[in-house]
């Protein structure tokens, strides 16, 4: 899979993929991520990206000339599966999006930033809006690590057996249940016995129980 990221703020974005699960993924060669300089693709001598809003009103709006450039230089390259726009008014991220968008090849990323871009480019070159939350970062790019971090994990290879991303959280529309590690026993606190009977029937049986019990109290429209 390959990964097409498009920001004003590439050093903002490059952390999260030099690090643990994503940087192995990365190494492995599963997915190939790639920070792209918006301001590279700006044709005025300023390098501007950002211009004032029609018909007035406060905040700085992304021009389409540069981001129309830079969609259309990457999409003469290859064929992107999606071309998807971090923003707050997108579809919400959850388990099946990121399940789903794990399938493609090649995907785009747009960061938003500012007051958002111009609406054209939501018309002529947008395939899909996605949202992280209700609530407004200061701009698309965690969302963006956020969104990318979702896919990568579920990419065959990324993850051993033993951290499967099937036991994930919300992978069988559950909260995923508690875990202990040594030691057994701290100030009186104990690890459930079952944990600790070698039992792997009853370990299941316990985990998916606990699983049901805690979507139950925390996320009861999951069920
Ligand atoms: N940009 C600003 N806020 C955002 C959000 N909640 N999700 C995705 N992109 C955003």
Not at 66 to 86: F, G, H, S
């Amino acid at each position: 899979m390959r990964i097409d990221i498009i920001t004003v703020l590439p050093e903002l974005l490059r952390s999260p993929f030099e690090h643990s699960i994503l940087k192995r993924a990365i190494a492995k060669g599963l997915c190939e991520v790639n920070l792209i300089n918006l301001r590279d693709y700006s044709t005025d001598k300023h390098k501007s990206v950002d211009d004032y809003m029609y018909g007035g009103g406060a905040g700085m709006v992304m021009m389409i000339e540069p981001i129309a450039n830079c969609i259309e230089a990457l999409q003469k390259e290859r064929t992107y599966d999606e071309v998807i726009y971090t923003s707050p008014d997108g579809e919400l991220l959850d388990q099946k999006a990121s399940n789903s968008l794990s399938l493609k090849k090649n995907l785009i990323i747009l960061c938003g930033h500012y007051k958002g871009i111009d609406e054209r480019i939501r018309q002529h070159f947008i395939t899909k809006e996605i949202s992280i939350g209700d609530y407004v970062l200061s701009g698309g790019e965690l969302a963006a690590a956020v969104i990318s971090d979702s896919i990568i994990r579920l990419l065959p290879g990324v993850l051993s057996d033993e951290t499967s991303a099937l036991e994930d959280s919300f992978q069988d529309g559950l909260l995923a249940p508690p875990v202990f590690t040594r030691p057994a026993e701290f100030r009186g606190w104990k690890v459930p016995d079952v944990l600790l009977s070698g039992n792997f029937k009853e370990i299941d049986k316990w985990r998916h129980e606990k699983a049901i019990e805690r979507t139950q109290e925390r996320r009861p429209g999951l069920l």
